[in-house]
């Protein structure tokens, strides 16, 4: 016998995006995610919109002047997303809870519709805005 020690096992690799094919349910799962994170920046918006309504009107004018920038708009009609995808994908999983809508084909569909109704919901909540004169 010798003393040689064996040589080391080749370690698994971890399966990883070059890995996969890419299907809808990664891509609703991804986005789950990232709505969750711009849920978070859009609770920080709330907050400072708060902290400015409470400083007086000069803190709140500026405040309101910078979410009604092109940008601001921008980032609040991506919070409008956020909002809509999260709640939709939230509702998704809801069903998936009862055992329902887990093959393959009801998975992809659900994802199709979660995605669609994002757009819509979204489109139609700031059109809703833009014709009853809340933009400026």
């Known amino acids: 016998m010798t003393d040689a020690p064996a040589p080391p096992r080749e370690r698994p690799m971890s399966p990883h995006l070059q890995v996969w094919r890419w299907h809808i349910t990664m891509l609703t799962s991804i986005l789950h995610r990232a ?3 711009a849920l978070y920046v859009g609770a920080l918006i709330l907050a400072g919109w708060a902290v400015a309504l409470a400083s007086g009107p000069d803190a709140y004018g500026f405040y309101q002047g910078l979410l009604g920038s092109i940008f601001g708009k921008l980032v609040l009609f ?3 997303l ?3 995808y999260h709640l939709a994908n939230g509702i998704r999983h809801l069903v ?4 329902r809508g887990l093959d393959i ?3 992809d569909a659900s994802g199709i ?3 669609v109704f994002t ?3 979204s489109v139609a909540l700031w059109l809703f805005a833009w014709i009853a004169g809340v933009f400026y």
């Open 35 to 37: 709505s969750g994170v």
């Open 105 to 107: 084909k009801s998975a």
């Open 82 to 84: 956020a909002v809509a």
């Open 78 to 80: 991506g919070l409008t």
């Open 113 to 115: 519709a979660v995605i």
């Open 96 to 99: 998936w809870d009862t055992g």
């Open 119 to 121: 757009v819509v919901a």
